[in-house]
């Protein structure tokens, strides 16, 4: 495998139903590669968290994984309102989810945190008004 295997997923926004296919899609790509069930598992949480964000907060967008053999690149982008606070949104337990969104169970303000914890690496680019793109990397080790 000398390029990046790409990945590519439309997150459908304000579907609960959907929310977290692409997660799964991934998990299923990983464990045919070979995949060690560790690195398979910070991916799939990593991008389900993602794609709740961005099924919350952003009515949606897109996310494309790269597949190295030493590293797993995760890229989510939406064009939705943007994060005011980046340090606030960090904070384990901080949320601006609705409470409808709540009520089913989302929302509880782990999002992020537990992004940046499954994973080696994480960016955050957000412009108010214009969208968020979070660049994720898992590194595989040899």
């Known amino acids: 495998m000398s390029e990046a295997l790409r990945f590519h997923f439309d997150v459908d926004g304000e579907n609960f139903t959907s929310a977290g296919e692409a997660s799964v899609q991934i998990k ?23 794609e709740i964000n961005m099924v919350i907060h952003a009515g949606g967008g897109v996310a494309d994984v790269y597949v190295h053999p030493d ?3 995760i890229i989510l982008e939406d064009f ?34 537990n992004m940046k914890r499954y994973t080696d690496t994480m960016e955050i680019e957000s412009v108010l008004g214009k969208g968020t793109k979070i660049i994720m990397t898992v590194n595989v080790g040899t």
């Open 28 to 50: 299923q790509k990983l464990r045919q590669l070979g995949f060690a069930p560790d690195i398979i598992r910070r991916v799939s949480i990593s991008m389900y968290e993602g």
């Open 71 to 73: 590293t797993i690149k």
């Open 80 to 113: 939705g309102p943007g994060i005011a606070d980046i340090d606030l949104a960090m904070q384990e337990g901080f949320s601006t989810a609705p409470d409808a969104v709540r009520s089913l169970g989302f929302g509880a303000g782990m999002g992020l945190p």
